[in-house]
């Protein structure tokens, strides 16, 4: 592949979980000096507990209002407000099995503490909630992240494999 320059400096990073939103959104601030916001930090409170969508909501539009980030997570109920705020959508759409698998090594890597893109205080755990929305993700949350994504104007990515989304990656100066 080319290289290619990236002009982007608001970009949306979106998907199943277990998908690797947070570890694309990491690579991807790094390479191109950009901000990353992890929508999971926001909401998160340590011991599970959550924000007010209020509270959520003004947080973000702080974040929304910046001249440059990259925001990860999927948090459907805000997805439409972001992309207005967004010059790139990335979906990543990988299958269930691997997203679960993703999940299930995460959740071993990180056994009894919190990963780097959540908030403190929250050890890392699967429990059903969480596995049946991976589950209902395909059928449930994609179509609608999808109409929203072409109803808009913003240029959006989908990468059906991993080894696509790191290939372009390698690609952008």
Do not use: H
């Not at 340590?46 to 007010?52: C, G, L």
């Not at 999940?103 to 990963?115: I, L, Q």
């Not at 205080?121 to 994609?142: A, Y």
């Amino acid at each position: 592949m080319t290289k290619q320059t990236f002009r982007y400096r608001k970009i949306l990073i979106v998907g199943c979980g277990g998908a690797g939103k947070s570890t694309l959104a990491a690579k991807l601030g790094q390479k191109l000096g950009l901000p990353v916001v992890n929508l999971d930090k926001i909401w998160w409170l340590p011991d599970w507990q959550t924000r007010s969508e209020d509270e959520f909501d003004v947080l973000l539009q702080t974040e929304l209002n910046k001249p440059a980030w990259i925001i990860e997570g999927n948090f459907y109920r805000t997805f439409t407000r972001r992309l207005r705020y967004s010059e790139l959508c990335i979906f990543l759409d990988y299958p269930t099995e691997l997203c679960l698998k993703s999940v299930y090594a995460r959740a071993e890597k990180y056994k009894g503490r919190s990963r780097p893109d959540m908030t403190e205080g929250c050890p890392e755990r699967i429990d059903s909630e969480f596995e049946q929305w991976i589950l209902s993700f395909e059928k449930d949350v994609k179509p609608k992240m999808l109409d929203a994504m072409k109803a808009s104007d913003v240029p959006y990515k989908i990468f059906t494999s991993r080894s696509d989304t790191d290939r372009w990656l390698d690609c952008l100066v």
